[in-house]
């Protein structure tokens, strides 16, 4: 007993990494400048950041401020940064990130102003996902009976793909580019959540949310990926945005400039296999956007001169055009 | 080494010098570029958009076409890269290869789905290797400090592209390296260019690639590179428009990936086209210069 007790005391000893956090901190109530504090401490490389700034909290500094609950990924309360990356900290543990950066700087969350040292208000986060009206809207000459479930197909289950895992814990939220640029788009996690309803069978609103959101915001995704790559739950948001971008073109057509560009191009390559680059900027922005466009256009016309032309058709365009006609069902408001 | 060479609509339009520093490049290092006029587009995530299936379909018989020579693929545009491998991927769904097969099928057309798609930066680290690299280097980027932009879809979804770290890759900053520039590392690397919605909102677009351009220059870049010809049409080519939109000069000169390879390989700015670029390329050549060759 005595010896296995020695050998597992060993095996802890060895395996324990010097950490060395920088931690911003930052009381608006003291005023100052933000600054970086640095603590050091021995931990197991399994050990999650959560763990390691809890004992710093309650072992050297009572005065670090950050939220957390559960401990295990599920309540969705200690989103920040983690060396720039916007992680869950009880998810992630410290031994890689030192390995690859010597230390662990953390940051509050990025996109939501700062309350104090690794706190952020979350309101414009929750504002937007309420903007979504993220609750089942029923068809009122349809009431779901009182007192028998409604049964789905597993073929409809289906539908939701990952987005009912959402803990709503804004990692997604805080990487994304487009929120960061732009205070007019909800964000990946509303958008994903809105993914939800528009496919749930018992939703009777479908299209009226296609249609708002086609005009508030959809098309600014950029489809970089960087909620999918910070997403602790893999919900996968910019997969589930296009799935929205291409339910909203299907159902209604080239309405907006995204959706018309979207067709544009796609209308674009059917004609020879390559994109014909002047005709695109005609097809989306129409002759007043090309009129806009021109002292820009001149410029580049002036280094890259085979701009206007047109590039001839691939070989076997014939054979595009055919898979166009065996896959495209053209709905009004397309070309 | 062979390769399908898939160039992308841009490199064989306004960004031909891309094609042109490709084709220099391959040839310095002995990789044979197969082309094939039947290529259409990839898409450039557009068509993904508006019907995911048709941009599939249209990606099966590219790889469909490489496959039938017995090649692999070449690209060298972050997106071409992206959507060829995510049309691999999609068609493991039996739903999507069914109405794609059936599609195909017709026109005699069939996707076995062996075709492996590299892009320029993979086959570059991984298949020529970086102290072969090294070796055939000439001009060494001495004293040039080159911030890298990746593009989003040569990375991400990372379990997709499963090459690199999604948010921390090394690859192309140890190429860099390797022909003797120092890289700049900075969070903007891996961040988006704005170009997907350049025609949606230009303003925001425009911001977004200022904000990345700014952070390199922060870093103290005195250019960027990049593999992907979409960004550099947000970095380069709109790069005036840009600078109007974060209230600021920017000036960086933005290389593709191979024209940075082959200026250490001893190709000359003309042969790599730096003349075509919107933002002046000189002031970073100079920089390097001193050790022109004759
Ligand atoms: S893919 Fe879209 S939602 Fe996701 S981070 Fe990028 S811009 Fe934001
Ligand atoms: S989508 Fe993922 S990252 Fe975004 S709030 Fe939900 S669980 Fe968090
Ligand atoms: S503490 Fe609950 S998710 Fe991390």
Known sequence: MAAAEEKLTKFTEESLVTVPFDVYRYDPAKGGEPRYQRYELRLAPHTPVLTGLLRIRDEIDPTLTLRYSCRSAICGSCAMLVNSKSRLACRTPVGPEVQAHGRIV????????????????????????????????????KPMPADTPTRMSPAQVERFRDTPRCIACGACYSACPAVEADPGFPGPMALAKLYRFVVDPRDSA?????????????????????????????????????????????????????????????????????????????????????????????????????????????????????????????????? | MRLAYYPGCVAQESGKELDMATRWVCKALAIELVSFPSFSCCGSGFIDEANEVLNVALNARNLAIAEKAGLDMLTICSTCQGMLTLANIRLADPKVKGRVDAALKPLGIEYRGTTKVKHLLQVL??????????????????????????????????????????????????????????????????????????????????????????????????????????????????????????????????????????????????????????????????????????
Not at chain 2, 176 to 195: D, E, I, K, S, W
């Open chain 2, 125 to 294: 680290t991984e298949d020529v290797g970086l102290e072969a690299l090294k070796a055939k280097v000439v001009r060494p980027l001495a004293g040039l400090k080159v911030g890298a932009f990746y593009g989003c879809h040569l990375l991400r979804p990372a379990d997709e592209m499963s090459w690199e770290s999604g948010e921390e890759p090394h690859a192309f900053e140890e190429l860099l390296q390797a022909v003797g520039a120092t890289p700049v590392y900075y969070r903007g690397r891996v961040m988006c260019c704005g170009f997907p919605i350049q025609f949606v909102k230009p303003e925001t677009a425009e911001r977004i690639a200022g904000r990345q351009i700014d952070d390199a220059k922060a870093h103290g870049a005195d250019a960027m590179a990049t593999p992907c010809p979409l960004c550099h049409i947000s970095l380069d080519t709109y790069q005036n428009q840009v600078s109007k939109a974060v209230g600021h000069r920017l000036d960086v000169p933005v290389f593709h990936l191979p024209q940075v390879v082959g200026l250490a390989l001893g190709a000359s700015p003309e042969e790599l086209g730096l003349a075509r670029h919107m933002v002046s390329t000189d002031a970073a050549v100079a920089k390097i210069g001193s050790r022109a060759l004759a």
């Open chain 1, 206 to 335: 479908t299209q009226g949310r296609l249609k708002k959101i086609q005009t508030s915001g959809l098309w600014l995704c950029l489809r970089c990926h960087l909620c999918t790559e910070a997403c602790p739950k893999d919900v996968r948001p910019s997969e589930r945005i296009r799935d929205l971008k291409e339910l909203a073109v299907q159902a209604q057509g080239g309405t907006e400039l995204g959706s018309r560009h979207a067709i544009g191009f796609l209308n674009n390559i059917e004609e020879r296999g390559t994109l014909n680059e002047l005709k695109l900027v005609r097809q989306t922005a129409g002759v007043g956007g090309v009129l806009g466009a021109l002292p820009q256009g001149l410029r580049i016309w002036r280094k890259k001169p085979e701009i206007t032309k047109a590039p001839p058709p691939i070989e076997g365009i014939d054979q595009v055009k055919k898979i166009y006609q065996a896959l495209e069902d053209k709905k009004e408001g397309q070309e």
């Open chain 1, 106 to 141: 953390i940051d509050p969350m990025r996109n939501q102003p700062i309350l104090r040292d690794l706190v952020v208000d979350q309101q414009p986060f929750w504002t937007r996902y309420e903007q979504m009206e993220p609750h089942l809207i029923l068809d009122p000459s």
